[in-house]
Every structure is written in C-alpha cells, then in structure tokens.
C-alpha cells in the first residue's frame, strides 16, 4: 500500500500505562495514554529497531525479555511526521537538490565566529526536513525531500546513524528511500488513521469504566483532545509554506564557498 513505507507502533495495554506525577497525585492524559513502542518501516528496514546486541546486553541486564522497538510515547513519532509534513511536500527546485540532499552536519561555517543570515536561512530550509528524534539515544536521524521533474513526483528518505555507539540500531548506518509522493502520504494517512483508531478505542473504554481508582483524568477534556487531533493531520497538510527561495539559494551558495563539496547522503 505505501510503496515500502509504514510506520508502525503498538500501544501498551490500557492497564499497564502508567500515570504521570508522584504517588500524592497520579494523572492520565492524551499523550500519556498513547504509551506504547513504534518504529519505521522503509524499504525492507526497520528503523528504530535496536541491533541484536544491545537487546542482547539488555537481556542480561534486567533478566528478562525485552522489547526490540523503541519504548516511547507513539503520539511522539505521529507528531514528529506531522511537524515536518508542509515542509516535506514542498517540492524542492532542480538546482537545490543536491544542497538539501547534503549533510551539513560537520561542515567547517559551523566553526566561525559570525554565520551569514542566507546560510542560516539556507540552514533553516535544510533542517525542517529532518524528523526529530530528541527524546532518543542514537537513534537513525530521518530525512525527508520531495522532487517533481520528468521522472516523476517523489519522495526521498535517507538516514544515518552512528555505528559503534552503545546503543546501537539494526538497520545499516546510512540508507535511502524513494518512493512516490502519493505512496508517502497513504503512509502517514495509515500512521494517523491506526492511531486515532486506537485511541478512539482507548477513550471510549475510559468513558465508560472511569477513570482508574485514586487517578485525576478529566474525561471531558480527554474527549475534547481526541476530537481536536482527529483534525491535526488535515491541518499540517494545508499548512501554507512561504520560503524565501533568493535567501536559500544565496545561504547554499556560501555552504559551498565556505569549505569542501558536500558530500550526499550515502545510499
């Protein structure tokens, strides 16, 4: 269905969510209820899914089993998709392709004193298409570009992450994904779908049985949240960019004056 692109997760059972706060005031709320595990299927890969191992070391840790996919929030990664959605679906010119599919990360203008304002707009553009990934350690960093030329509306996925690290990650270090622009979205329409689903699931379940005995949980406020997100996807979607395009393509102009040729995404 999304042309080897799915974002999965599976939420915790109701009764083992835990609450939020102390022992003196224990709370549930939307996000906190989406407790749970995800990871990112692409192109035979599943990101987010930690190398044997570590789940080995983790294993002799707690003695215990333990879980491949990373242990989160899952309306974090939903989030995450639809932060970045207007800037994704943004088609980007022919002559920045190769800028955005660039690694900035280690360039040399990140060492001067004073940084052109075109390079940190150019910066800026750049960056809106990584999908952030704060809350976890060493975990593959995503981005996300879109082309339309002669060889048709896609987009483009590629990630790195570093090998070696403690935490470590099955999928390969570096990677790329194309697929049709239509195929990316019917993957973040199943990602909000599912999980819009379930939670409807969730509230229902808590409107009828109360909250769990001795947990503030305001109910009405609950609903009125479930119904607010069902309309976040449509919004990010419409969401209107306005890009400066002379500011990035003046700002790419100084990343390449300022030090070596970029080096891509590796494949």
């Known amino acids: 269905m999304s042309g080897g692109l799915r974002f999965r997760f599976e939420l915790r059972a109701l009764g083992e969510v835990a609450p939020w706060g102390d022992e003196r005031h224990p709370v549930l709320h939307w996000f906190a209820l989406t407790a749970g595990c995800y990871w990112i299927e692409a192109g035979g890969q599943e990101l987010l899914r930690y190398s044997e191992a570590t789940l080995r070391r983790w294993r002799e840790e707690s ?5 491949p ?3 989160y929030f899952v309306v974090r990664i939903w989030e995450d998709v639809l932060e970045i959605l207007a800037d994704v679906l943004e088609p980007v010119p022919r002559d920045l392709v190769a800028f955005v599919s660039s690694d900035l990360s280690g360039h040399p203008i990140w060492d001067e004193d ?3 304002p075109e390079a940190e707009a150019a910066a800026d553009w750049h960056g809106r298409r990584s999908m952030y990934m ?3 350690v060493n975990a593959p960093q995503p981005r996300w570009w879109r082309t339309v030329d002669e060889a048709g509306d896609r987009v483009t996925l590629t990630w790195t992450h570093e090998p070696g690290h403690r935490i470590g ?3 390969p270090p570096a990677g790329r994904l194309v697929l049709p622009t239509d195929d990316f979205l019917a ?4 990602l909000d779908g599912a999980l819009l689903a379930a939670m409807e699931q969730r509230v229902a379940t808590l409107e009828a049985s109360g909250p769990p005995v001795g947990v503030d949980l305001d109910l009405e406020q609950l609903r009125r949240e479930h119904l607010d997100r069902a309309g ?3 919004r990010a979607r419409t969401r209107n960019r306005v890009t400066d395009w002379p500011a990035v393509r003046a700002g790419a102009r100084v ?3 300022a030090g070596p040729t970029l080096a891509p995404d590796e494949a």
């Not at 993957?187 to 199943?190: G, I, K, L, N, Q």
């Open 187 to 190: 993957a973040v329409t199943e």
């Open 63 to 67: 003695g215990g089993e333990v879980h």
């Open 69 to 71: 996919y990373v242990d």
């Open 232 to 234: 976040w996807l449509e």
């Open 114 to 116: 004073d940084i052109a």
């Open 255 to 257: 990343f390449l004056a």
């Open 169 to 171: 990650f099955a999928a």
């Open 134 to 136: 704060g809350p976890l």
